[in-house]
């Protein structure tokens, strides 16, 4: 790599991406950055609960990182988590000085939020419920006046490596129509999670696994494939398209019923509501089993019945909806239903992937040269279930972190080591096979669905993994991007069946039939606990 001046290129345009690129650009780099959509088409920009940090007196950054590993089912790495929950408050100061204007009330201070497995009100939200959309237009603005080259429609291909094995450029698709090959002194992967595996997702269509894909077939090692995270409330209406429900809304006290209108959750956790997200899952679609698969409801209709002022209770409820929930209060109304009168139907969705591309605490992968942060990396900060809204902070931090170490990285002769396992890229079979089983990506969504989703055992991950192995030998060479998704959605598909098979005891998200101790291991005092190992 050289000293002077390194060439970077970041493949991604979410908070993580953008981050690492302006920090990059900060310290000498010269930036491109290349993105498979638009530069604001990202999955930060969907983001609606907000973003956690201590930015308030009586808060503490030991509670925040006790909260984090409890979360993380004692599975998180305890030297990234106190990296995320330290440096968190000047990245979230960052933010605020690119011009994101978190809610504040009439005193001027941050509106502070509650969201679950939080012992304190410590996420901030920005336009009640935009606050990724918020932060994503801030990014971008910044991106685009600070010289760094932008490249939109650019689908990664594939990782370069050099005869030492170290990356050494991007093989992109531009546009589906033309191949363009970018050599560069570093690549940082920030592209975003895989939630296009799944029949139900939150995640926009990109979101189908490519960089973990690319950093497979180059080698890196990944870890903890096997924890996704399914939120548990996304809006369902017959005939619309599913949309998040945020955490943000339990946080303001509103409470799940079953189809008698019975409030279960307080028969499944202390937290009831605000219990972690993988048990409040978990939970409501074993209710919906009892009720033939109809949804359960999320009841809001008795928020903002303590405004001050005259008004029916029905006014003040909608009133207190619309003013804090506009997005999701315009989305529930488009679809015909008023939720200050009458609980609206969820069921839970994959929504966002714990492990990835292993990384130490810099960004840095197994492989020389190539860094991946955001959703795409395991940095150890999540553990076996994501602490609601640390997704936006580890983006933020770990992509400032990324960006400045490409620098420093550039005079080192030496790459450390980063742990995690190889995946296997092989291909099971004869592409030209007569009998090659036929496949669609929907097939696909429905099998990791029903295989590997909310609940999984030994069987029917088995089944999952030669299946996809049939699939994946039943591949043609991909020309079209579509063609490319599909494929890095077989492999990461049968990477993760692999991980999940692998681990045989049910934790955090990771929950097994065939091992009903689904209870979280317990997180010791916070200084004896020990990272834990891939």
């Known amino acids: 790599m050289s000293a002077d001046a390194p060439d970077v290129v970041v493949v991604g345009s979410g908070i993580a991406g953008l981050t690492a690129a302006l920090h990059a ?22 983001a609606q609960g907000g973003i956690a940090g201590v930015m308030f007196d009586d808060d503490s950054v030991a509670a925040h990182e006790h909260d984090t590993l409890v979360a993380g089912a004692g599975l998180s790495d305890p030297a990234a988590v106190r990296v995320l929950v330290t440096e968190g408050p000047e990245r979230i100061r960052e933010l605020i000085a690119l011009g994101v204007a978190f809610d504040r009330g009439s005193d001027g201070a941050l509106v502070k939020g509650l969201e679950a497995a939080h012992s304190y009100p410590r996420v901030l939200h920005a336009g009640g419920d935009a606050t990724g959309s918020v932060i994503e237009k ?48 570093a690549v940082v992967l920030a592209t975003g999670g895989i939630g296009q595996l799944y029949a139900h997702t939150t995640n926009p269509a990109v979101a189908t696994g490519d960089g973990i894909a690319a950093a497979v077939r180059a080698g890196a090692n990944v870890c903890d494939l096997e924890f996704v995270q399914f939120h548990p409330t996304v809006l369902s209406v017959d005939g619309a398209e599913p949309f998040l429900v945020s955490e943000a809304v339990r ?51 008795g928020l903002g019945l303590e405004a001050a ?10 009133a207190f909806l619309r003013r804090r929930f506009p997005t999701i209060d315009a989305a ?34 197994s492989v020389p040269r190539l860094y991946a942060v955001g959703e795409v990396a395991r940095t150890g900060v999540h553990g076996a279930n994501r602490l609601a809204s640390n997704s936006l902070l580890e983006g933020a931090v770990f992509g400032a972190r990324g960006g400045d170490a490409i620098v420093g990285d550039s005079d080192c002769a030496t790459w450390p080591v980063v742990g995690g396992s190889r995946a296997t890229t092989a291909v099971v079979g004869d592409p030209n ?71 045989t005891a049910s934790v955090g998200a990771h929950a097994r039939r065939d091992d009903m101790h689904t209870g979280s291991p317990s997180v010791p005092a916070l200084p004896e606990l020990q990272a834990s190992a891939c």
């Open 25 to 46: 650009a900060a310290s000498g780099c010269r930036v491109t950055l290349v993105t498979k959509d638009v530069l604001e088409h990202a999955n930060t920009r969907y």
């Open 138 to 185: 801030a990014l971008v603005a910044r991106v685009r006046t600070s010289g760094a080259r932008v490249i939109e429609h650019a689908f990664l291909v594939d990782l370069i490596l050099d005869g030492d094995g170290r990356a050494a450029g991007v093989d992109l698709l531009i546009g589906d129509a033309r191949r363009e090959q970018i050599p560069t002194d």
């Open 251 to 301: 946080g303001e006290g509103a409470v799940l019923r079953d189809q008698e209108g019975r409030r279960f959750m307080l028969d499944i956790h202390p937290d009831a509501e605000l219990a972690p997200r993988d048990v409040v899952a978990r939970a409501i679609a074993a209710v919906m089993d009892e009720q033939g698969g109809e949804p359960v409801l999320l009841d809001a209709t």
């Open 309 to 318: 002022g005259t008004g029916s209770a029905r006014k003040k409820a909608a």
């Open 332 to 365: 529930v109304r488009e679809r015909g239903l008023d939720w200050s009168q009458e609980a609206i139907p969820v069921t839970p969705a994959a929504h966002y992937l714990m492990g990835g591309v292993a990384t130490d605490l810099y960004g840095r992968t």
């Open 433 to 503: 096979t007569a009998d090659a089983t036929p496949w669609h990506r929907t097939a696909l969504q429905m099998l990791m669905w029903e295989h590997a989703g909310l609940v999984r055992d030994a069987a029917g991950l088995r089944h999952a993994a030669s299946v996809i192995d049939d699939w994946r030998a039943a591949q043609h060479p991909p020309h079209r991007e579509a063609d490319f998704e599909d494929a890095n959605l077989l492999l990461v598909a049968a990477c993760l069946v692999d991980a999940a098979l692998a681990r």
